[in-house]
Nanobody
């Protein structure tokens, strides 16, 4: 079972940028789709971006145009470049293997990485 470890979070001012990394314990080459999810305090976990093996991407409307998801199969790593950050982006961010046509995540949830957008 592949495990995922997220990193790169931190405190950033509104309008700032962060790049999150998701390191997999094994190969992600055979994983059809990887997703980045987030959960804000008192809210449900939501899918914010996903990417297929072929590089096709999807984004939640709330982050479209600001976030970019990418994957490096050779490094077994998935990235989330976040720009023009807003306070409402504050959440714990997780990565996971995503079911091809739904938001369902196949794997166990890791610790995630905290992103705080504040002045």
């Amino acid at each position: 079972q592949v495990q995922f470890v997220e990193s790169g979070g931190g405190l950033v001012q509104p309008g700032g940028s962060l790049r999150l990394s998701c390191a997999a314990s094994g190969s992600i080459d055979s994983i059809f789709a990887m997703g980045w999810y987030r959960q804000a305090p008192g809210k449900q976990r939501e899918l914010v971006a996903d990417i297929t093996r072929a590089g096709s991407t999807n984004y939640a409307d709330s982050v479209k145009g600001r976030f970019t998801i990418s994957r490096d199969n050779a490094k077994n790593t998935v990235y989330l470049q976040m720009s023009s950050l807003k306070p409402e982006d504050t959440a714990v961010y997780y990565c996971n293997e995503k079911e091809p046509i739904t938001d369902y995540a196949f794997g166990s949830w890791g610790q995630g990485t905290q992103v705080t957008v504040s002045s």
